[in-house]
């Protein structure tokens, strides 16, 4: 469905255009958890819930810059302090910017002020283990429930696909490569195989493999389970071809992504933190 540029409708309000950027995560988290259980998965207000992330940083506080410090701080104390009342207000998604926007800057002021050594990678490393599997997880929720006309009530298919690509940062970037035409196998292959795109599986997937391998060469470690289940996930992504993902089963494609993800972030787990004691007094 051709749109205007960078998805100016002129038919929707401002407001409507708002809602539907965030419909589709919102839908896409309750399903999930419908699937896992009610407690396998973070609550839609978790971003509210005391602090989580400076509790995260406490532990590593001699590691990381002062800087990071003070952005995780301030950026908690906003939280606490301007969250709107639940459900939709004026407020909320000045709000809901304003907590992006300090996440970005976090990440670019841990780019700008940490030395890129052990600890930087794995923090990348931790970074697009998550970004593979929730963009995965994403598509796969979306796509098992395509938009349709009548799914949203304030244009419909336009405001979904659009929401889908606004919650991975990805509307513009998309409309600049494939000239604003809001295709599903198109977006399938941005957000999918994009070689580019720092929010595409196959872009976390190379920066997975790239990090593993720093990590074992700054570690004295050499290639574990992890590193070679992000080998068989980038090369499978590398070669992918996105006419024959959507003829294939997608669904079943974007599970496994899911999947390997999550294997990967238990084997990282099990090599670098929880090995037995006596691997590491042999080391």
């Known amino acids: 469905m051709p749109v205007q540029a960078f998805g100016q409708r002129r038919d929707l309000t401002e407001d409507q255009q708002r809602r539907g950027a965030y419909f589709v995560p919102v839908r896409a988290l309750g399903q999930l958890r419908q ?8 609550r839609p207000r978790s971003v509210l819930d005391q602090g ?47 907590v992006i926007e300090g996440i970005h800057l976090f990440q670019g002021i841990t780019n700008a002020t940490m030395t890129h050594g052990e600890g930087w990678h794995f923090i990348e490393l931790g970074r697009y283990v998550e970004r593979a599997g929730a963009t995965a997880a994403l598509l796969e929720v979306h796509y098992s429930d395509p938009p349709g006309p009548a799914t949203t009530g304030v244009g ?9 690509l606004r919650s991975c940062c990805a509307f513009e970037a998309y409309c600049r490569q494939y000239t604003a035409d809001l295709r599903s196998d198109r977006i399938a292959e941005f957000l999918i195989l994009s070689a580019q795109f720092p929010r595409s599986v196959r872009y976390a997937a190379r920066h997975i493999q790239s990090s593993l391998q720093t990590i074992g ?11 070679r289940l992000a080998g068989r996930l980038l090369a499978s992504l590398d070669y992918g071809q996105v006419d024959e993902i959507m003829s294939g089963n997608l669904l079943e494609y974007l599970q496994s992504i899911v999947r390997q993800a999550g294997q990967i972030g238990a084997a990282v787990h099990q090599q670098y933190v929880s090995y037995p004691v006596n691997e590491a007094l042999s080391a």
């Open 217 to 227: 060469q700054l570690t004295g470690r050499g290639p574990g389970r992890a590193e």
């Open 52 to 98: 989580e992330w400076r509790r995260r940083g406490t532990p590593v506080r001699e590691q990381i810059s002062s800087e990071m410090w003070q952005q995780i701080n301030r950026l908690f104390l906003f939280v606490r302090r301007d969250a709107p009342d639940p459900g939709w207000t004026g407020r909320t998604h000045d709000f809901l910017m304003s």
């Open 156 to 164: 419909g298919e336009y405001v979904e696909w659009v929401g889908l």
């Open 35 to 42: 699937r896992a259980g009610h407690d396998a998965l973070p």
